[in-house]
């Protein structure tokens, strides 16, 4: 029977197998389905009390104005409130809303609706996807036949065949682009404020290591 040092030395002798680790990405498009908008009303006052009131006051008149642009149902919700010491000239008060479309091109009516209703600040545009699940699964599929593929090549140039697959794991891309963004609007405008929006982007990475040998 081999002794303990004798293994030992039998599994320093034997050669350590070649790990080989490639990376693949894919991109998939699809037709955006869902914007997001975000409003904000910035109001002062000599008092605390005043600038609350305010704020709450044109708040309501915006969030009424796009109820009834939208609908009484829509997906609207506040999501900042702040109210601050704003010396020397009293108290600022601020408020955000979002607004969620599931058609995009509602977007101009929701800039056009809160510039008319006093917003301050109409910005942050979004457009998403709610197939995303399917086009996220494609490009992952996608991506992890392209790592096999390059780690396959890369083995093949060093004279070395595939044996196992030893890991697979995403990895963050270089730049995230996973959703199509407008640019910030901070205007008012009687003419309608036109939106097109596009196509958004799942990018992913798929990093996989395999055993090569020859």
Known sequence: MPTSLALAFLLLTQPQPTLVRAIGESEISVRADQSK??????????????????NAARATEIISHLRNAL???????TTGYSLNR??????IASSVIEVTTHDPIAAGKVI????????TIIGGLEFDSLSDQDAR?????????????????????????????????????PSPATTQRGPAIKRKTEVPTPIEPGLVDFRVRVAITIEAAP
Do not use: C, M, W
């Not at 609908?71 to 919700?77: K, P, S, Y």
């Not at 593929?149 to 990895?171: K, M, Q």
């Open 37 to 54: 908008l975000r409003v904000g009303v910035v109001s002062t006052a000599a008092t605390s009390k005043r600038a609350s009131e305010r």
């Open 71 to 77: 609908g009484q149902d829509a997906d609207i919700r």
């Open 86 to 91: 704003n010396l020397p000239d009293g108290y």
């Open 112 to 119: 056009d609706t809160a510039a008319r209703s006093g917003a």
């Open 137 to 173: 699964a494609q490009a992952l599929k996608q991506a992890t036949a392209i790592a096999r593929a390059n780690a396959d090549a890369i083995a093949a140039g060093l004279g070395l065949h595939f044996v196992r697959v030893i890991s697979a794991e995403t990895v963050p891309p």
